[in-house]
């Protein structure tokens, strides 16, 4: 066995559930909400104890990288199989942030040792307004500011009661 394998990544969806993706980063990228929330889910194995394991995670828009987080996982004993869900990100909202993101990961031990790499892809898709003025989305649209109330009828006058 080699000392590290990737056997599964997976992008969980509070809004649509989980969705296994191609490790090799070929196939039609997974759609996701924009606005929703999601966190990605990586299985493996090791063939021998590991140290300080860590996740770096490159993420790529219109050819630009916009972000890279690294994610300590810790210590494994040499078997597996292990699953590591990442911390869950609200995705961002707007036509200008939707399209296709490419991301690029690897795994490294505590001396900087590449142990494993990884490639996936998603789409970020704009959810229209409904009819109803509401998103069609997680975010939901303000409420109408409410007109001020007219004030009660008076009961009295400044000279005593009003006569009915």
């Given at each position: 066995?080699?000392?590290?394998?990737?056997?599964?990544?997976?992008?969980?969806?509070?809004?649509?559930?989980?969705?296994?993706?191609?490790?090799?980063?070929?196939?039609?990228?997974?759609?996701?909400?924009?606005?929703?929330?999601?966190?990605?889910?990586?299985?493996?194995?090791?063939?021998?104890?590991?140290?300080?394991?860590?996740?770096?995670?490159?993420?790529?828009?219109?050819?630009?990288?916009?972000?890279?987080?690294?994610?300590?996982?810790?210590?494994?004993?040499?078997?597996?199989?292990?699953?590591?869900?990442?911390?869950?990100?609200?995705?961002?909202?707007?036509?200008?942030?939707?399209?296709?993101?490419?991301?690029?990961?690897?795994?490294?031990?505590?001396?900087?040792?590449?142990?494993?790499?990884?490639?996936?892809?998603?789409?970020?898709?704009?959810?229209?307004?409904?009819?109803?003025?509401?998103?069609?989305?997680p975010e939901r649209a303000a409420?109408?500011?409410?007109?001020?109330?007219?004030?009660?009828?008076?009961?009295?006058?400044?000279?005593?009661?009003?006569?009915?």
């Open positions: 066995m080699a000392p590290f394998e990737l056997t599964r990544v997976s992008l969980a969806q509070e809004e649509q559930g989980t969705a296994a993706l191609s490790l090799d980063g070929d196939g039609d990228p997974v759609e996701v909400p924009e606005g929703g929330t999601m966190s990605v889910a990586l299985a493996f194995r090791v063939g021998e104890a590991v140290d300080g394991l860590v996740f770096e995670e490159t993420r790529r828009y219109a050819g630009r990288v916009i972000g890279t987080t690294r994610t300590a996982l810790g210590g494994y004993r040499a078997g597996g199989p292990y699953e590591v869900h990442l911390p869950p990100e609200r995705l961002p909202v707007g036509r200008a942030n939707c399209g296709v993101y490419e991301v690029t990961g690897r795994f490294t031990d505590s001396t900087g040792r590449v142990l494993g790499r990884e490639q996936h892809r998603f789409r970020l898709v704009h959810q229209p307004v409904r009819r109803s003025g509401r998103s069609a989305g409420p109408p500011p409410r007109a001020p109330a007219a004030p009660p009828p008076a009961t009295e006058a400044p000279d005593g009661p009003v006569p009915a």
